[in-house]
């Protein structure tokens, strides 16, 4: 599985911005899209998540829950990120990525279960 993000860029406090995740390959078998982020010289944190088959369960974090929508696209295999009421902190670099299992809430936001990356789309939230 190839995943492709898009959609970053600069925008002011309080903006939206929605990002996309594009997957690819001849094997698509995944269970659940995450997305995550990586802030200078912090740790990468999951955001939110949505199981691929289960559309209405989705994941946030307790950080952005409210403020983002993770959705899928009306193109198979094509994934949103809705972002509202954009704060200087969600500033980032952006990436989704593919377990190839169905994750649960107490899963969802680990890096170890996802198996698949793609490169980041940087964020910046900034006046």
């Known amino acids: 599985v190839q995943l492709q993000a898009s959609g970053g860029g600069l925008v002011q406090p309080g903006g939206s911005l929605r990002l996309a995740c594009s997957a690819s390959?001849?094997?698509?078998?995944?269970?659940?899209i995450g997305w995550f982020r990586q802030a200078p010289g912090k740790e990468r944190e999951g955001v939110s998540a949505?199981?691929?088959?289960?559309?209405?369960?989705?994941y946030y974090s307790s950080s952005v829950r409210g403020r983002f929508t993770v959705s899928r696209g009306n193109a198979e295999n094509t994934w949103f990120l809705q972002m509202s009421n954009l704060k200087p902190e969600d500033t980032a670099v952006y990436y989704c990525?593919?377990?190839?299992?169905?994750?649960?809430?107490?899963?969802?936001?680990?890096?170890?279960?996802?198996?698949?990356w793609g490169k980041g789309t940087l964020v910046t939230v900034s006046s």
């Open positions: 990525a593919a377990s190839r299992y169905t994750l649960i809430a107490s899963a969802w936001s680990q890096r170890s279960q996802y198996d698949y």
């Open positions: 390959g001849s094997n698509l078998d995944y269970g659940t």
């Open positions: 949505i199981r691929r088959h289960y559309t209405s369960y989705t």
